[in-house]
Structures are given as structure tokens and as C-alpha cells.
């Protein structure tokens, strides 16, 4: 079960402990910086105590850049906050206006900035006050540590909030800043890998230097191996916080992707991925909606394309196109047609007409499908089926065929007692089936092409089936079929020779199967 998304409140509540956290662990730094580094120890401790009033006034001035920032967040959101106010309550997202929807994409970027705003002034205050320009250097190097989490840890709480203003998806439409992943990467590794070992050298020869001209060498050095420590653990607790966030960053959309993938493979066209970024991850979760709607199109279209003709055919003309010709092939023939329609269209008015056509053709063309055969062809009040054929291929498709035809008959007596309940009028169908060497294949030309049996054996089948109402029998099958399925114990039928089927010369002997 996921886990519900938080609400507008519960964000925003986050992003300001974060700012909050990170302001905190800013000035711990600056705190222990001027407590460990600068100045250097001038007697016989390696560490120097600080000024109770110049910490009084350190705090007062941080607290008060931390409420301005808060409050400049809070006035900025303004327009984020009075926007999803109208989308809770039912605007359309799409009607956000283009510098609202910027906002939202560059709030983290925001929030850290105001931060970063925040230490700038205070290293200035501090570096003027006390005329002292290494109060900026540690004042910068804490600003630089805060600024750095909160636009990360920012960024990955924000991303919760992202969807209710772009539903769709669609970030990388909006022009706004966009820190590609390459770019988190660099900044991860310039604070891991460049900040710590910079400062390390840095202050390494300035001590060393200091040892050469001082009454006590000792203290400094001292101080020396207490500066390697400092440097040391606020590497690795800035360095590990900073890579926990950029590697969440990175891999959390990747998981999902991966997730929605897995989806997709089981079938679950109707996937979508959650866009919460506008850099390379988020356009790629945006490639990945626009695939799996080419992919629910495409499968609306096959199943609308397996309702025109059959689902073999539909899966044989997207598995290997739909070229022109055919293939010459052993098999067998049903056709049906219902008796006296003409007579039918005159009884009942053409709405209802193609109410009972559209029931009898389901009732018919199930029984056809339950034996494996293929529909290629309706005609009204007539339908043809094939077995035996490259899309249905079957040793034993004489003998599906027949069965075919006799559930087709008992399904329509089904029918006909459904429908004279009522009161529409019975219905009579004959079938004839047939069975020989046919050309299956696509014939038509480049506009229109369709999927067809052509051959003596489909003629047949049709003669046969106008057949049967001469000869009073509602199946009637030819000698190949009826030598292809002898010997099955429940077929009864009884054998009519010499007869004249047109288009042939000679007359030929048939099959009047029974029910």
C-alpha cells in the first residue's frame, strides 16, 4: 500500500525545520571555527575563549537573518500559497500563470538563496564590526555549508509538492532554472572532496609559519592538530549530508521509473510516472508518459482494429505488416447466411433491424471463435469463417469446421427462443462448408486491403449454404470435408449425389448433415 503524499501544511512545515536545521548547524560551525581557528592561540592554550558579548551579539544577529529569512519566505510564497488554494478548490492547474509556475520550480533555489543572502550580510556585519577580515572567511564557510543543505533538502521535500501544480507532468515546458544532475554531482564533490582538503592546507601552512616566529610553539601546534580534527569532522558531517541528499536526489526518481517500468512489462499500460523535477530525471519520466500513451494508444487502436476484422488478422497485420498476396493452403470453408432477409428488413424498422443483426452475428461469431476459427468476412446477413489458414493453422480443421456449424445451429435456436419472447420473428440460417486448397492472404490494393480465402473451396461453400434451402437441410458439407471427418462416431448425416451446384459443370455429391 503507498504511502499517501502530505499535505500543503506538512511541506511547508518541513522545508522551514530544514531551514531552521541547517541555520543552526551553519552557525555551530561559525561558532567553532572562531573558537578553534581564529585567532591563533596567543599564550599557552591551544584553544582561546571568545567574548561572551561578542557571542551575545554573534546570536542575536543570526537570530535575526533567521526570522528575516522565514519571513521573506513566507511573503515570497505568497502567490504559491494563494494558488494551490484555487487548485484545492477545483481551478484547473493548467490555468496557472507562467511566473507562478516558475516559482514553483525555482522555490528550493529560492529558500537557499535567502540563506546564502543571509550569511553574505552576516559576514559582512561581523568583518566590519570587528575590522577583521578572517570573520568573513568563517562566516562564508558556514553560510556555504547551510546554503548547500538547504537548497538540497529542500529540493527533495518540494518535490511532494510539485505534482499538485503540474499534474501532467509537463516541467520541462516551464522556462525556469534547471540544476542538471551533472551540476549536483560537481557541487557534491567540490563540497566532499575540495572544502575540506583546501582549508586543510590553507591553515596547515599558516600555522606552520606561525610556529617559526612564536614564544609557544607548543600551543600552536596543539592548536594545529585541534584545526585538523575541526576541519576534518565538519568535511565528513557536511560531505555525508550533502551526498545522502544528492544521491536521493538522483536515485529516487530512478526507482520509480524503474518501478513504472516493471508495471508497464506486466501489462499495466495505464502507468504513469510522478514528474517532480525539471532536469534530465524529470524529462526522462516525462519521455516515459509520452511512451506509455503512445502505448495505450496503440493498444486502443489494435483493439479497435481487432473489432473490424479479427484478432488474427490484426495480430498478423502489426506483427508482420500488411503486404499485398497470399499463401496457398489446405483448409476449410463455413458459410452462413440468414434465410429470407429481404422479407426480415420489410418487418422490422431499420433501427431495430440492426439491433437483432448485431445479437445474431455476436451469437454466431462466439460459437466460431470457441473452435478456433477465423471471421474474414461479414455480409449483412452473412458471415464466412476459415480454419485451417496461416492465422489458425490446424490439422483438424475439417472437423472444427463442422462442429462449428452444428454449435452455430444450436445457438441460434437459443436465439430464436430469447428473441420470440420478445415478440420478434425466428430466424432461419443455412451454412454450407467446404473444404480444399484456397490462396489465403491480403488482396486489395494500396488503400484498402483486406485479409480473405479465395479458391473453389470458398465458392463451394457459398453454393452449398443457398444449397440448403432447396434441399431442406440446415447443413450441407462437401465430399472433402465429410471424407476429412468421417468416423466420428456423433456425426450423422446422409449423402445427396448428383447434384447441380451453379458454376460447376458437373453435378457432385453432398452432405446433409442432422443436429
Not at 556585519?125 to 548547500?148: E, H, M, Q
Not at 462449428?404 to 420473428?425: C, H, K, Q, S, Y
Request: proline share 5%; hydrophobic share 50%; with cysteine.
Amino acid at each position: 500500500m503507498s504511502t499517501p503524499p502530505p499535505s500543503s501544511r506538512e511541506i511547508s512545515r518541513r522545508v522551514a525545520t530544514l531551514i531552521t536545521a541547517a541555520t543552526v548547524l551553519g552557525a555551530l560551525i561559525v561558532f567553532l571555527y572562531f573558537s578553534l581557528i581564529d585567532p591563533m592561540p596567543v599564550d599557552d592554550a591551544a584553544v582561546r575563549s571568545l567574548d561572551p558579548g561578542g557571542l551575545v551579539t554573534f546570536a542575536i544577529v543570526g537570530a535575526l537573518l533567521l526570522v528575516g529569512a522565514i519571513a521573506m519566505v513566507v511573503w515570497l510564497g505568497r502567490p504559491i500559497r494563494s494558488w494551490l488554494r484555487r487548485i484545492e478548490s477545483g481551478t484547473p492547474p493548467s490555468e496557472l500563470p507562467p511566473n507562478v509556475a516558475r516559482l514553483v520550480l525555482i522555490w528550493p533555489l529560492v529558500g537557499a538563496s535567502l540563506v546564502a543572502a543571509g550569511s553574505l550580510l552576516a559576514a559582512v556585519f561581523f568583518s566590519i564590526l570587528y575590522d577583521d577580515p578572517g570573520n568573513f572567511v568563517g562566516i562564508a564557510i558556514g553560510g556555504a555549508v547551510g546554503t548547500t543543505i538547504v537548497y538540497f533538502g529542500t529540493d527533495l521535500i518540494w518535490r511532494q509538492q510539485v505534482p499538485a501544480f503540474f499534474p501532467d507532468g509537463r516541467l520541462s515546458a516551464v522556462r525556469a532554472f534547471r540544476l542538471l544532475v551533472r551540476r549536483r554531482l560537481l557541487i557534491a564533490f567540490a563540497l566532499i572532496g575540495g572544502l575540506a582538503p583546501t582549508l586543510l592546507v590553507v591553515l596547515t601552512q599558516a600555522r606552520t609559519r606561525a610556529v617559526l616566529d612564536a614564544e609557544n610553539p607548543q600551543a600552536i601546534l596543539d592548536n594545529l592538530l585541534v584545526v585538523q580534527l575541526f576541519i576534518l569532522g565538519v568535511g565528513l558531517v557536511t560531505g555525508v549530508i550533502t551526498a545522502a541528499l544528492v544521491a536521493r536526489a538522483i536515485v529516487g526518481p530512478l526507482q520509480a521509473l524503474q518501478a513504472a517500468m516493471g508495471r508497464v512489462e506486466d501489462d499495466e499500460l495505464d502507468t504513469r510516472t510522478v514528474v517532480t523535477t525539471n532536469d534530465e530525471l524529470g524529462y526522462l519520466g516525462e519521455r516515459f508518459n509520452v511512451m506509455t500513451d503512445g502505448l495505450r494508444q496503440g493498444e486502443r487502436l489494435r483493439e479497435l482494429f481487432g473489432l473490424y476484422v479479427s484478432r488474427e488478422v490484426a495480430r498478423a497485420a502489426v506483427e508482420t505488416g500488411a503486404g499485398l498476396g497470399g499463401t496457398l493452403v489446405d483448409c476449410s470453408v463455413v458459410f452462413s447466411d440468414i434465410r429470407d432477409f429481404t422479407t426480415l428488413s420489410e418487418q422490422l424498422p431499420p433501427g431495430r433491424l440492426v439491433d437483432v443483426i448485431n445479437r445474431y452475428m455476436t451469437a454466431m461469431v462466439s460459437v466460431v471463435v470457441e473452435h478456433g476459427g477465423v471471421v474474414t468476412r461479414f455480409g449483412g446477413d452473412s458471415v464466412m469463417a476459415v480454419f485451417g489458414t496461416p492465422l489458425n493453422p490446424m490439422a483438424d480443421h475439417a472437423g472444427r469446421a463442422v462442429r462449428t456449424a452444428i454449435g452455430m445451429r444450436r445457438a441460434l435456436e437459443a436465439f430464436n427462443v430469447r428473441e420470440t419472447l420478445d415478440g420478434l420473428p425466428r430466424l432461419e440460417a443455412g451454412i454450407g462448408i467446404a473444404t480444399g486448397p484456397v490462396i489465403a492472404g491480403n488482396i486489395g490494393g494500396r488503400e484498402r486491403i483486406e485479409y480473405t480465402v479465395m479458391g473453389d473451396a470458398v465458392n463451394l461453400a457459398a453454393r452449398l449454404e443457398d444449397k440448403t434451402k432447396e434441399v431442406g437441410a440446415p447443413i450441407l458439407v462437401s465430399a472433402e470435408t465429410y471424407r476429412a471427418v468421417d468416423g466420428e462416431s456423433d456425426l450423422r448425416a446422409r449423402v445427396l449425389t448428383d447434384v447441380r451446384i451453379k458454376g460447376k459443370r458437373d453435378p457432385v455429391t453432398v452432405y446433409a448433415l442432422s443436429e
